[in-house]
């Protein structure tokens, strides 16, 4: 069962969005163009409350893109993005969503992030993703979506976890910080994460 995971592919993260990722419109086509290739077709939306730890604007004299510490644990903070039922929350309007079987939110816990489409950032919570697509039967899953280096890799490294082959599309994502990304690439390497292309489908 070949199955593509789409990430956050949400106006905020779009240029003129909230939280942009540079050309992060480019891979809406990339991802239309693909989704009949596969059997299943899922998604991820980040979803905050207005509330939610990740905004600076929650932690006073703080500013976006500041690190802080939360229960530990370190959290960058976002300027605010996609929350909860605003136009930023929204699919890119031209992103084809006809094939989709669910969609999977993330980000709901005003306490704690979650950047994987899977579990949050403390691994304490599981979005119920891995017992889906495992009741689905799926064995080889594709991901691809926003930003390419935070979200879209810590899916990826979650489902390697979780023992499902994984394909990383790099042309239908594109990264918030292209630098890190390239860091990123090569650990994905090392562990199996197999770097393809849509053309490669
Ligand atoms: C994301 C930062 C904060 C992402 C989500 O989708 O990559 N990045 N929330
Ligand atoms: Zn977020």
Same mark, same amino acid.
């Given at each position: 069962?070949?199955? *593509? ?39 991820? *939306? #980040? +979803? ?17 893109? #500041? ?10 903070? +976002?300027?605010?993005? $996609? ?16 094939? +989709? ?7 709901? #816990?005003?306490?704690?992030?979650? @950047?994987?489409?899977? &579990? ?8 119920? *993703?891995?017992? @889906? ?17 935070? $979200?879209? @890799?810590?899916?990826? &490294? ?7 082959? $994984? ?16 860091? *990123?690439?090569?650990?994905?390497? &090392? ?11």
């Amino acid at each position: 069962m070949k199955t *593509l995971l789409i990430i956050d592919v949400q106006n905020d993260f779009m240029p003129g969005g909230s939280l942009p990722v540079p050309d992060g419109d480019k891979i809406v086509p990339i991802i239309n163009s693909m989704q009949h290739k596969f059997d299943l077709v899922v998604a991820a *939306l #980040d +979803w905050h409350p207005q509330d939610h730890v990740s905004f600076a604007s929650n932690h006073e004299g703080k500013s976006s893109f #500041d690190e802080i510490e939360i229960q530990g644990e370190s959290q960058t903070l +976002w300027p605010h993005h $996609c929350v909860q039922g605003t136009e930023g929350a929204k699919f890119h309007r031209d992103l084809n969503t006809n094939k +989709w079987e669910a969609v999977f939110r993330k980000g709901t #816990d005003k306490e704690i992030d979650s @950047y994987s489409a899977f &579990y949050d950032n403390g691994h304490l919570k599981s979005t119920g *993703l891995t017992g @889906y697509l495992k009741d689905k039967g799926v064995s080889q899953l594709f991901l691809c979506g926003l930003a390419a280096d935070i $979200c879209v @890799y810590f899916s990826a &490294y979650d489902a390697f976890k979780e023992g499902f082959a $994984c394909f990383f599309i790099e042309d239908a994502s594109q990264p918030l910080d292209p630098k890190k990304f390239q860091e *990123l690439k090569k650990k994905m390497n &090392y562990l199996g994460i197999q770097i393809i292309s849509s053309e490669d489908i």
